[in-house]
């Protein structure tokens, strides 16, 4: 019997590509389509923010027809089911983990469906457009509302609880992340130097695939729930 005490997982756009939510650097991706200069950094926010507020509407929009799959249900599971304790670290902004059933969850790229006020800070839950006429139901001032996402160039959030959980994981699992975009790369560095277990669960091997002691290829639907059956297996939970 295998029995991890501490599992954290890092999930990234091809946990959500099943449900119908593009990824970044795949071959239609969205950064094929769009300059992260342009759309993404606070720089761009500052120059433009009507072009900003429109790049992040659009995938607002799209948000509402889709739906967690079976890959973020499979989490969901492991958490509720698994005697050890499981974190999921999204660099998702999509809501589909907690849609699923993920409780022990931390968006360190933001929130889609929250808007941040630059001007007092308030976040509050966001559903529909975002523009600079917009006024905070906080503050009450207008033009300071932003998606609540963390762009290129900010510190994404909750990291030093994403480290702590990191030092005393004792199973690392990567899922559906190219593994370019840092902070999130180098986690599993941070895991590894602690001891932990690597895993890398993707649909190819990514830019760090050598890190990982243990690779599993093919869509996150497949693989995801048939890794986690192993874990509850191996766990004496089935
Ligand atoms: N199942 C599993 N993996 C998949 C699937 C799938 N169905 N489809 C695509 N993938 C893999 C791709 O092979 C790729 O390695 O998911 C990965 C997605 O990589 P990216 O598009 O780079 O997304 P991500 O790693 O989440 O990007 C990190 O970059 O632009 C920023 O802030 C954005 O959070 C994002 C960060």
Not at 187 to 199: D, L, P, Q, Y
Request: hydrophobic share 40%; charged share 25%.
């Amino acid at each position: 019997m295998v029995v991890y005490k501490r599992i954290v997982i890092l999930t990234g756009a091809g946990l959500s590509a099943e449900s119908g939510l593009a990824t970044f650097r795949d071959k239609d991706g969205i950064w094929s389509k769009y300059d992260i200069n342009e759309v993404a950094t606070p720089e761009a926010f500052a120059r433009n923010p009507a072009k900003v507020h429109d790049f992040y509407n659009q995938r607002r929009r799209g948000m509402k027809n889709a739906a967690p799959n079976a890959a973020h249900f499979a989490l969901a599971r492991l958490e509720r089911e698994y005697p050890g304790e499981v974190t999921v670290v999204t660099q998702n902004i999509d809501p589909l983990h907690e849609a699923a059933g993920t409780q022990r969850l931390i968006h360190m790229h933001g929130e889609l469906l929250k808007a941040l006020c630059a001007y007092c800070e308030a976040r509050h839950p966001w559903h529909d457009d975002l523009s600079t006429e917009i006024v905070c139901p906080s503050c009450g001032r207008a033009g300071g509302m932003r998606p609540d996402v963390v762009w290129f160039g900010e510190m994404p959030y909750r990291m030093d609880e994403i480290y702590d959980l990191l030092y005393e994981a004792d199973l690392f699992a990567s899922i559906g992340t190219s593994g370019t975009v840092y902070p999130a790369a180098g986690f599993v560095r941070e895991a590894r130097a602690a001891g932990a277990h690597t895993v890398e669960l993707n649909l190819e091997p990514s830019e760090g695939a050598s890190l990982f002691a243990e690779k599993i290829h093919g869509p996150a639907t497949v693989v995801v729930p048939q890794w986690v059956e192993r874990l509850l297996v191996k766990a004496g939970q089935t």
